[in-house]
């Protein structure tokens, strides 16, 4: 298995170009699956979830072309129903053709995703809209199952801003006879973009981004050309890395109104960061100061930047409390940080990080995407050699990580293994 080998303590400087996102990608690919023609899709970034993705919807009988930035896909003669066990155990998001397979096709067999790393992140909240909208769905052998001739629109209120099952329910929608109302709603970007993918398909969803989305339904839709927003979680990982190495980074192609929790926090630990033509500006001023970091449903900090944040708060002068909010057990990181040398105590939900000035590089393992850039950032900053094992957990979503910041002067490397 690859490594990732860093010698830290060099502050990274230049510009560094900003991918698509990775979960606007996926649930707009599976949006595909509502038409029966060619959609072209823009800024498609090149990760391991992409092409988990890909196999999954040609598993359904779904023709993609192009490897690049831009991808076709036709479901057109989509022939298959089941998105197996194999494929969705690599990958959760999987979950995301439940809800157009309905609308489509009248019938959905997907298996569950089960527990993973970051907590029981279940899907029953899914399940109940789509009962709601009037399908008939049996838990049978690890699968769900759902049926429906048409499914009819519905109020439906989630009780917790779930992301990705706002975005099966309203790809369900689309198609339902009436009209759909989704009560406290997710409101992330990611959402948003798959509502204007939605709407150039000739659906009619409004509110996308609030907490109340309206969709009416239509009886068909036809195929759309359009694009992927900006990765914010990949933006946000390179701001923090100026900060974390003390450095001076341009983070270009990004949104910075979807980065606004982040960026005020690091504007509290004393960075500097300034809009630039299409970008944005982040620089390290002095010792970063400790800050008080709670994750939240957007437009609240990203629980996906929590583990990045927490490296920085590990180097910062004064004591952190970070508090994770959205999913249980997201700390595992915290084990390998303070192996590294970081003074970092869980109390429940909360991680307290008292800042020790400088880590230690030392041999760490990622155990889940997010952790694993926080190791990165994390190594990045320590004196010495940190050896990062099991980085396909890096691949699912930061697209040539390595490259991007070695072209910033880091001495990173990936070293193949077997
Ligand atoms: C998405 C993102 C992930 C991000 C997360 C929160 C994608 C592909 N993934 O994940 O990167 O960390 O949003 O911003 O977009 N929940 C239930 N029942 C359900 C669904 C969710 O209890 O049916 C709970 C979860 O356990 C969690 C919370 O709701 O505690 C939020 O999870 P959710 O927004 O659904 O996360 P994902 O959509 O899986």
């Known amino acids: 298995m690859d490594k990732i080998v860093i010698e830290g303590g060099k502050p990274l400087s230049g510009e560094v170009r900003i991918s698509g996102a990775k979960n606007a990608a996926l649930p707009i690919m599976a949006s595909a699956l509502l038409t029966d023609g060619w959609n072209t899709f823009h800024n498609i970034p090149d990760l391991m979830d992409i092409r988990t993705a890909k196999k999954l919807l040609k598993s359904l009988g779904v023709i993609i072309e192009g490897t690049s930035e831009t991808i076709r896909l036709n479901a057109g003669a989509i022939s298959n129903f089941e998105a197996s066990y194999e494929l969705v155990k690599t990958m959760r998001a999987s979950i995301l053709v439940l809800g157009p397979l309905v609308a489509r096709l009248g019938i959905a067999r997907v298996s569950l995703p089960g527990g993973c ?152 630990t004393g960075m500097v960061i300034e809009p630039i033509e299409g970008g944005l500006k982040a ?66 939900s909360s991680a307290i990080v008292k800042g020790v000035g400088a880590l230690k590089g030392a041999p760490v393992m990622a155990t889940d995407l997010r952790a694993s850039a926080s190791l990165i950032l994390a190594g990045l900053a320590a004196k010495g050699t940190t050896e990062l094992s099991r980085v396909y957990h890096l691949d699912r979503g930061y697209q040539d990580i390595e490259k991007k910041f070695s072209a910033l002067g880091a001495a990173i490397r990936r070293v193949s293994g077997s």
């Open 117 to 268: 790393a970051i907590g029981a992140r279940p899907v029953n909240l899914h399940i109940k809209a789509l009962q709601d909208m009037g399908a008939e769905v049996v838990l049978k052998d690890g699968y769900v199952e759902a049926r429906a001739k048409r499914l009819k629109g519905a109020t439906i209120y989630f009780d917790i801003p779930t992301v990705t099952g706002t975005e099966n329910i309203m790809m369900a929608a689309v198609l339902a006879d009436g009209v759909t109302l989704l009560k406290n709603a997710a409101k992330e970007p990611e959402i948003v973009n798959l509502a204007q993918v939605l709407n150039g398909m000739g659906a009619k969803v409004t509110g996308a981004g609030t907490d109340v989305i309206c969709v009416e339904g239509v009886e068909r839709l036809h195929p759309v050309e359009a694009e992927v927003i900006p990765d914010r979680i990949e933006a946000g990982t390179y701001l923090i890395a100026a900060g974390i190495t003390g450095g001076e980074i341009r983070v270009m192609g990004c949104c910075p109104s979807h980065l606004d929790a982040l960026v005020e926090k690091l504007r509290d």
């Open 283 to 348: 620089a390290g001023n002095g010792r970063i100061r400790s800050v008080d970091v709670k994750t939240m449903p957007h437009p609240g900090f990203p629980t996906d930047l929590q583990a990045q944040m927490m490296s920085m708060m590990a180097v910062a002068e004064g004591l952190s409390v970070i508090t994770e909010t959205v999913f249980e057990n997201r700390f595992m990181h915290v084990g390998e940080l303070m192996r590294m040398g970081a003074d970092v105590q869980i109390q429940g």
